[in-house]
């Protein structure tokens, strides 16, 4: 067994538009984090990653349901009661340039953490906060500097230090390389790793690029609409897709590779994603499914093993695909029989 | 003669912290009906030099030439650049949102947008025109939307619209900038697939800006890779990714994320301030290959092979192939 660090158990987060709808940015999501592994949570804007990420880290009340962390219900915690518990959940953020006061010195960015949890003053604080810069690539000596003087990469290493400076066990990591260029982005992955193996820490690494999260995940969640369609071990997700949606994709996912682009078959969905204050009934995925049937728009599928698959292996989809199953040639019949 | 030549082109900013040299010797031709893909990351000029080209940058330090169809674009005066631009050469942005008028419906802005060019063109006829333009882009239900608010587009659908104003006039060249960077990967193969489809059907050729490889790698003839504000190599589509001879491309060909679990292989360092840049080569400081004659700037020479093939790199070229794999 391995050990779950955190689990989440049938999240929901609505929010309330001003026309009285709500819109189900997380509509029923259950899942386990396992320590020491980094979980890839992947999908198209509002597909709900973000607020599922925010849920996790109880920056955002639960409409329903619970999250645990190390066995402790955190979701109806008072932000005083969750206080101790930050040290352990930390964020690091997608906007290098939003998450960081740019009226305040490096030094006491990176050593907010030590003065909010009362842990190192004078000093001592700034001793550490020098050894966080340097564990993270940046330049101890740059400690006096604001954060208008460093590039978007380096910024990116004070978001980290600042994430790390209280050793957390869950880092959950909201598209922390999207902003950046791609030579940089690779430096930021490579930090992540080394610090991950070096703290035994475990990610929740949230990106929109499949490439990105393949590289870093053990295990990914691919989500769609506020729910999960598919959750699978990395390897299995790409070599044994299951639901219509992550292999669509997959394929339209650009590869920097001229003759694999020039051979593999491509999906190309139609439509846009629909709105997520009112959400297709049924599989939400049945209005743009190659595959959906009449009963895709009846009945909602569960996240299940499916096929011959591994409980590790779940997808949420009556009609599977099988592995070399083509679906560029595949046609939608919703009509009635 | 190609359709755009542009040779030389430099472009700088004076700034109160010295002079931006944003562009540095840029040149590059662009065939007829053909994709050229400008590669690079932030502050590399790519986006600078098109908009130069079109004359939109003011203020700024021009010189060089960009000769389409035969007028320099450089030395022509506002008037005519009007008359090109739209009409001859249709341009798309990365931000449809802030393209498009937020106040006027997307349908005038078109109907708008042609008479502006051809001014015998009836209302009736022009609207006519509009709604065929949506629809060939791919806008459901075209001859209703028309008269929709660009607010009421979703973000696909919008670059769609832009498209769709950018083809109105049946350009010869089409310049998009970074066109599907804010879009998902689901839409973006949607809008890749559009711009193919009328690339094929009108034969226009397009100047592709773009940061991401797998877009070249889908939609490129051919490649010019741009660093601080100069080309370190310029090659057909296959010849970049499996002959390329500059360490910067085979840099960021090895920063992507490999499919293997292996440990990525960044480009160490940031790029140069394009205020004070280094004497000679513009990479050395960030290269692993790095050697004396890196201290004088390398020209951009045919490495051999094809002979659209160019890097501007002081190492040899028969160990090309060495390198590269």
């Known amino acids: 067994m391995t050990d779950v660090l955190l689990k989440v158990d049938d999240v929901r987060k609505e929010f309330p538009t001003h026309s009285k709808e709500v819109v189900q940015a997380v509509a029923g999501v259950s899942l386990e984090v396992h320590k020491g592994e980094t979980l890839g949570l992947v999908g198209e804007t509002g597909c709900g990653k973000s607020s599922l990420a925010r849920c996790m880290a109880h920056l955002y009340d639960v409409t329903s349901g619970s999250v645990w962390f190390e066995g402790q219900e955190i ?263 | 003669m190609a359709l755009l030549e542009v040779r030389d082109l430099r472009v700088s900013f004076d700034t109160p912290d010295g002079t931006v040299r944003a562009v540095r010797g840029l040149s590059f031709d662009v065939e007829a009906g053909q994709t050229l893909a400008v590669v690079g990351e932030s502050g590399s000029g790519k986006s600078v030099s098109t908009q130069t080209i079109t004359g939109l940058t003011r203020g700024a330090e021009v010189s060089g030439t960009a000769y389409f169809d035969g007028t320099d674009l450089i030395t022509a005066d506002q008037a005519t650049l009007r008359r090109l631009r739209g009409a001859r050469i249709g341009m798309i942005f990365q931000d449809p949102l802030s393209s498009l008028h937020p106040q006027y419906r997307i349908g005038w802005q078109i109907v708008e947008m042609i008479r502006a060019h051809d001014l015998e063109i009836s209302k009736q006829a022009a609207r006519k025109r509009a709604a065929e333009l949506l629809t060939l882009v791919g806008i459901p239900r075209a001859a209703e939307r028309i008269d929709d608010y660009p607010h009421q587009f979703s973000g696909g659908m919008r670059q769609r619209v832009m498209i769709a104003m950018a083809m109105a006039l049946d350009p010869a060249l089409l310049i998009a900038d970074e066109p599907t960077t804010a879009l998902d990967v689901t839409v973006q193969a949607q809008v890749l697939n559009v711009m193919r489809r009328l690339q094929e059907q009108f034969g226009t050729a397009i100047i592709l800006i773009t940061h991401d490889l797998g877009v070249v790698a889908e939609m490129a003839d051919e490649v010019v890779v741009m660093y601080a504000g100069a080309v370190m190599e310029r090659a057909p589509r296959r010849d970049i990714f499996y002959r390329n001879h500059h360490p910067y491309t085979q840099g960021l060909l090895a920063s992507l994320p490999a499919r293997s679990g292996d440990r990525l292989t960044p480009i160490q360092g940031t790029p140069p301030s394009l205020i004070s840049l280094p004497k000679g080569c513009p990479f050395a400081a960030r290269c692993a290959h790095v050697f004396d004659k890196c201290s004088e700037p390398p020209p951009l020479v045919d490495v051999g092979g094809d002979p659209r093939h160019q890097s501007a790199c002081w190492l040899p070229h028969d160990v090309n192939e060495a390198v590269a794999s």
């Open chain 1, 75 to 337: 979701s109806k915690l008072s932000r005083k009661a969750m206080r101790p518990l930050r040290r352990d959940v930390q964020v690091i953020f997608q906007d290098p340039y939003g998450s960081l006061n740019p009226r305040r010195r490096v030094g006491s960015i990176i050593g907010d953490p030590f003065a909010i949890h009362n842990i190192a003053s004078g000093n001592e604080r700034k001793k550490k906060v020098q050894e966080l810069m340097e564990l993270v690539g940046l330049n101890p000596e740059h400690y006096n500097r604001f954060p208008a003087e460093f590039s978007g990469g380096q910024r990116q290493r004070i978001g980290v230090a600042r994430a790390l400076a209280l050793r957390p066990k869950l880092v959950i990591c909201d598209e922390p390389v999207s902003a950046l260029d791609v030579s940089i982005q690779a430096q930021i992955i490579n930090l992540l790793s080394d610090l991950q193996r070096e703290f035994d820490l475990t990610y929740v690494f949230i990106s929109h690029d499949l490439s990105v999260v393949r590289h870093v995940s053990d295990r990914i969640a691919v989500m769609y609409l506020g729910k999960i369609v598919e959750l699978a071990p990395t390897a299995e997700l790409f070599g044994q897709t299951r639901h219509p949606y992550t292999r669509a994709l997959l394929s339209a996912l650009p590869v920097a590779d001229p003759d694999t682009a020039d051979s593999r078959e491509q999906i190309i969905l139609g439509g846009d994603i629909p709105s997520a204050t009112n959400p297709p009934s049924g599989c939400r995925f049945h209005t743009r499914c190659p595959k959906a049937r009449l009963d895709c728009a009846a009945e909602e599928p569960v996240l299940e093993p499916v096929l011959d698959d591994k409980p590790g292996h779940r997808t949420a989809c009556f009609y599977p695909l099988t592995v070399g199953e083509d679906l560029s040639t595949a046609v939608p019949d919703l009509k009635a029989s």
